[in-house]
């Protein structure tokens, strides 16, 4: 489950997933074209559900150029817990500087009102500034985005919150009192 996209700032259009299509049946011509206020320029068909999720991070944040959006299974177990990733071991602090961040929970309000959009709200009020020291996050009760300078950095971004995430999980079972790492330690890698 999920979508990518990504940007080209100096057009102003990004290229994202359209809705509906298995990924497996995905072709560079199913790929849909909009500008920054979501109209499409180019493809038939609809552009991801989520657009204006990414729309607003990219809007937040002029430094990245790609966002990747899925509902693996550990990072979406994490996000449906409402609980950060702690940092327990150095594999995490290789790839992450510190505990993968949640966002608060969505209000009624905007979750009945412009939702992709307030997601993308609450991604950006969940950082200060350009999060380039940290490109993943969980949404309380739904999954994760991350992002990237470019889209295949964030599809790997992805692919290691996922294995981070798993790893995690498996600490927090195997010992529910566990600590994350030192600060020094994780800095150190």
């Not at 944040?61 to 702690?86: D, F, K, N």
């Not at 608060?104 to 993308?120: C, F, V």
């Not at 991350?146 to 996922?162: D, I, Q």
């Amino acid at each position: 489950f999920g979508n990518a996209s990504a940007i080209d700032r100096e057009r102003g259009l990004v290229v994202i997933k359209p809705s509906g299509v298995a990924y497996d049946r995905l072709k560079a011509g199913d790929l849909v074209v909009t500008d920054m206020s979501g109209q499409v320029v180019a493809g038939t068909l609809r552009p991801s559900s989520d657009l204006d999720t990414h729309l607003e991070l990219y809007c937040a944040w002029p430094g990245i150029g790609g966002v990747v959006h899925t509902h693996s299974h550990y990072a979406t177990v994490w996000a449906q817990a409402r609980q950060e990733i702690l940092h327990y071991g150095t594999t995490h602090a290789d790839y992450f500087n510190g505990p993968i961040p949640v966002t608060r929970d969505m209000t009624a309000a905007e979750i009945a009102h412009d939702y992709e959009r307030n997601t993308g709200k609450v991604i950006v009020e969940r950082f200060d500034g350009e999060p380039m020291t940290m490109d993943a996050v969980l949404v309380a009760g739904h999954a994760s985005f991350v992002w990237g300078k470019t889209v295949e950095a964030a599809v790997e971004t992805t692919t290691l919150l996922e294995e981070i995430a798993r790893l995690a999980y498996h600490t927090a079972v195997l010992n529910p009192a566990a600590e994350p790492i030192s600060m020094h330690l994780l800095h150190k890698h």
